[in-house]
């Protein structure tokens, strides 16, 4: 049976842990060619020879290194159909906006934000070459949900990737290029792991608002992510796709 991603060629930015590397995985495992997008070179390095893809060394808030990027993988593999914009990063000191530096806030939004125009910028028209494709970008379910937890720019950051790929996804969808984003709940992933490790009273106080009782695993995320990828999706475009184990329509959680 071939896979749902048999023939694409997929990009996958943050490729090298968490979500992103589940993914690789998963695209590969359903026969796409995967270019393995990150700064983190030997683990990158690792995931790209794990799935029999390309490791391109890409910093994602640099123009020039994302056109960069989308050359090498086009050039490699002989074009592009996916785009999986999904690196970020949630650092420590990106918390109340009472407390969060203007240089915090700046470093969340480059990566978070400023990364996905860029990707998307010069990844779309890879996409229009083809004749079409998909994208999915990474929000997250605090694009659409208050937290009294705050990390202020990552959360405004991810109101931006779900407002942009809204946008996107209604101005390119007679192209042939769908856009999506992607809203995870918590994910067990080592980001998420060493905050909580630091802080068990804020891990448990975002637990208990769970229904399903437990975080995501990051290859539930991968699956999502795959989905809307693949031509399973072709009738999607500009969603908000939440994978949230319930946490966005819960006013009281089981006990």
């Not at 470093?107 to 910028?121: F, G, H, P, T």
């Not at 010069?122 to 494709?133: D, N």
């Not at 969808?173 to 802080?199: H, I, M, S, W």
């Not at 539930?220 to 500009?238: G, H, P, Q, R, W």
Request: glycine share 10%.
């Amino acid at each position: 049976m071939p896979g749902r991603l048999e023939g694409k060629v997929a990009v996958i930015t943050g490729a090298a842990s968490g979500i992103g590397r589940e993914t690789a995985r998963r695209f590969a495992e359903e026969g796409a060619k995967v270019v393995v997008a990150d700064l983190a070179d030997e683990p990158g390095k690792q995931a790209a020879e794990e799935v029999g893809g390309l490791y391109v060394r890409a910093n994602v808030t640099d123009p020039d290194d994302v056109r960069r990027m989308y050359g090498e993988a086009s050039e490699h593999f002989g074009g592009i159909d996916v785009l999986f914009n999904n690196a970020g990063i949630s650092p420590p000191d990106d918390g109340s906006i009472l407390e969060t530096e203007m240089e915090a806030w700046d470093r969340v939004q480059n990566v978070n934000l400023r990364s996905v125009y860029l990707c998307c910028k010069h990844g779309i028209p890879h996409l229009l070459e083809r004749g079409g494709g998909s994208v999915v970008n990474t929000a997250s379910f605090v694009a659409v949900m208050g937290a009294a937890t705050s990390q202020i720019s990552y959360t405004a950051s991810k109101g931006g990737v779900l407002a942009m790929s809204r946008e996107l996804g209604v101005q390119f969808a007679r192209q042939g290029v769908r856009v999506n984003a992607l809203c995870p709940g918590p994910v067990n992933t080592p980001l998420l792991q060493e905050l909580f490790a630091k802080d068990p009273e804020r891990a448990a106080r975002r637990l208990v608002h769970l229904p399903m009782g437990r975080f995501a695993e990051a290859v539930e995320i991968a699956n999502a992510a795959l989905f809307l990828a693949s031509d399973e999706s072709s009738y999607m475009t500009a969603s908000t796709f939440l994978v949230d184990g319930g946490l966005s329509g819960a006013y009281v959680t089981p006990e």
